[in-house]
């Protein structure tokens, strides 16, 4: 592959229930030219060391509005906001400000009512039809259900922000005048909320914020405040379901896996972690950046100031450099630095909440349905191409 050829990417997700094989041999190569759905070209940085250096590096800026930067999708600018500043030391001291309101004791104090969830969706589904849908029995109502407790939506709203969320993800899959109506949807509703809570406070994450916001000199914007709030409904909702319907997907299809696990439910967190480390629902898309400077990588290839660049998180985390037999699902992984999560700066804020979650149900699971298994082949299972998340659209299962 040349310059002059841009591979397309997203990756096709083939295997099926594997990581892509494009990403085989890839990390020969420091940098590979992909073409974006929107048609742009970018730079895939695909090794471990670079990806994780240049996470942190404040030569690439995450603000994208300026000309010549690639676009993701033609149809959504998706995650670009020319009021929003992504870039050091701005965002830095705004992050700060949000994760003081974000604290590992709020997710401690989350995890029994995560774990009640999932009990009251699981008999739901043990007293229901067979087959059921993982995905809409256990797999998105979950994190929608914790992540409104976090943030104090009302839980009688959870299809209706469902919905603009998925609208708002798109990439290729919804027209654009959907996409832009559930922008605009998403965010006065998310504005008529944080009134709401501003006139009536409570515990929850969004009244936290908000207090941030009117008691801290000011420093979070309202535009800010709007913004985190946005980002993190949707983290703590979109990837975590994705996660769990599609990680489930590939540990129900390996029987010798499933079969470890179950038998020792001490091995659900070290699965958890394979899982993210093998299963990306999602391409690196979210990764894009600008360069403001050249940059050197680590086979001697340059970054030239104005590129827009691709930091390859699945690429990173099937690195051989760095991952035993990279490409194999090793449920006993004890080295598994992955970087699903990202790294430095952008670090996510929810990881401590996703890990949760996905802990709880997939133990819980196994634990109540130790007989559960696909109830088609896994070659049928479609992948819900065309948005920011690409697991899979539907997971039957039965027991």
């Given at each position: 592959m040349t310059s002059s050829t841009p591979t397309p990417y997203p990756f096709e997700w083939t295997p099926l229930m594997e990581v892509p094989g494009r990403l085989r041999g890839l990390h020969e190569r420091a940098r590979v030219d992909v073409r974006l759905p929107s048609g742009d070209t970018a730079v895939l940085v695909t090794r471990y060391a670079d990806v994780r250096k240049l996470l942190s590096d404040a030569r690439l800026s995450k603000n994208l509005v300026?000309?010549?930067?690639?676009?993701i999708s033609k149809d959504n600018d998706i995650f670009v906001d020319p009021e929003f500043d992504n870039d050091p030391p701005h965002h830095t001291a705004r992050r700060r400000l949000v994760t003081r309101a974000f604290t590992a004791r709020r997710i401690e104090l989350l995890c029994p009512f995560a774990q009640s969830v999932t009990d009251e969706l699981l008999d739901a589904m043990a007293s229901g039809p067979k087959p059921a849908d993982l995905n809409e029995a256990l797999a998105f109502p979950l994190p929608i259900l914790v992540i409104c407790k976090l943030l104090g939506v009302p839980a009688d709203d959870r299809e209706r922000f469902r919905g603009l969320v998925d609208g708002f993800l798109s990439v290729t899959k919804l027209p654009p005048e959907e996409v832009g109506e559930c922008r605009r949807g998403l965010w006065t509703y998310l504005g008529d909320l944080i009134e709401a809570k501003r006139a009536n406070p409570g515990e929850d994450l969004i009244s936290?914020?908000?207090?941030?916001?009117?008691?801290?000199?000011?420093?979070?914007?309202?535009?800010?405040?709007?913004?985190w709030t946005q980002s993190?409904?949707?983290a703590g909702y979109a990837t975590t379901a994705c996660q769990i319907g599609t990680g489930t997907a590939v540990l129900l299809h390996r029987s010798d896996l499933f079969e470890q696990v179950r038998d020792d439910l001490s091995l659900v967190e070290s699965t958890v972690e394979e899982l993210l480390r093998t299963q990306?629902?999602?391409?690196?898309?979210g990764t894009l950046r600008y360069a403001l400077e050249d940059i050197e990588l680590s086979d001697g290839s340059v970054l030239a100031a104005g590129t827009s660049v691709l930091l390859s998180k699945e690429s990173?985390?099937?690195d051989p450099a760095v991952f035993d037999d990279p490409f194999t699902v090793d449920i006993r992984r004890t080295e598994n630095h992955h970087m699903t999560f990202g790294a430095g700066i952008h670090y996510c804020v929810g990881a401590a909440l996703a890990r949760m979650e996905l802990q709880v149900a997939t133990e819980t699971l196994l634990r109540r349905f130790p007989g559960i298994r696909l109830a088609v082949p896994a070659a049928e299972l479609r992948r819900g191409l065309g948005g920011f998340m690409e697991g899979f659209s539907e997971v039957p299962v039965t027991w």
């Open positions: 300026r000309p010549g930067v690639a676009r936290s914020l908000i207090k941030v916001r009117d008691e801290d000199d000011g420093r979070l914007s309202e535009h800010e405040l709007h913004v993190l409904l949707i990306l629902i999602g391409s690196s898309v990173a985390n099937t």
